[in-house]
Structures are given as structure tokens and as C-alpha cells.
Nanobody, 115 residues
Framework: QVQLVESGGGLVQPGGSLRLSCAAS????????MAWHRQAPGKRRELVAS???????NSADSVKGRFTISRDNAKNTVYLQMNSLKPEDTAVYYC?????????WGQGTQVTVSS
């Protein structure tokens, strides 16, 4: 069992930056593939970026070159650095931990990009 708590969301102007954090507890963090998903109003939840236990990363085409996922196993934390934010990045961002068929989700953090 893994408990996940996201933080770092907020209101930012277009072109600005935010860094989201997801702190994990309750299990061995380093074995999990970690990911960030987002869900905008009226839309399906989508994968933003992921990072494996070995550090391999993947990201959606819509955020490539702007968002970077990273992890600090010593701090049991995964990060999402978001630069050059656009209004279409507005969504609730969720952290997910995966290990084989087990998936755990955080409660989400709101990111709003608006002038």
C-alpha cells in the first residue's frame, strides 16, 4: 500500500513555471514506476509523464520540451517541473504509483494557467 500526497499546484500566468511534488509513504518507493496524469474539465484523464524505477522517462507529445519528470528515492518524492505553461495545461494533476497490477493515486492538485 502506498499513500501519495501532491503539492505545488496553483495559479500561474501563461509562460510561467510550476514544480509539482508527490510525496509517497507506506512502501518501498524505489520499486514503483511513478507518473503524473491530468484531467481537465469535461475531458478524460491523460498521462503526462512517467519515470520507471530505473529512471527511464516518457512524456506526452503535448508537453515534450516543456515538462520534466524526476524522482528522488532518498526523499520518496517524484517531481514534475512545468515550464512555458499554456492555458491548455489547466487541469487537476494526479500522481500515480504502479507496481505490476497495483496502482495507487493521490488526491490531485489544481493547476490553472490564466492571465
Amino acid at each position: 500500500q502506498v499513500q501519495l500526497v501532491e503539492s505545488g499546484g496553483g495559479l500561474v500566468q501563461p509562460g510561467g513555471s510550476l514544480r509539482l511534488s508527490c510525496a509517497a509513504s507506506g512502501s518501498i518507493f524505489s520499486i514503483y514506476t511513478m507518473a503524473w496524469h491530468r484531467q481537465a474539465p469535461g475531458k478524460r484523464r491523460e498521462l503526462v509523464a512517467s519515470i520507471t524505477s530505473g529512471g527511464s522517462t516518457n512524456s506526452a507529445d503535448s508537453v515534450k520540451g516543456r515538462f520534466t519528470i524526476s524522482r528522488d528515492n532518498a526523499k520518496n518524492t517524484v517531481y514534475l517541473q512545468m515550464n512555458s505553461l499554456k492555458p491548455e495545461d489547466t487541469a487537476v494533476y494526479y500522481c500515480r504509483a504502479s507496481y505490476y497490477n497495483n496502482n495507487y493515486w493521490g488526491q490531485g492538485t489544481q493547476v490553472t494557467v490564466s492571465s
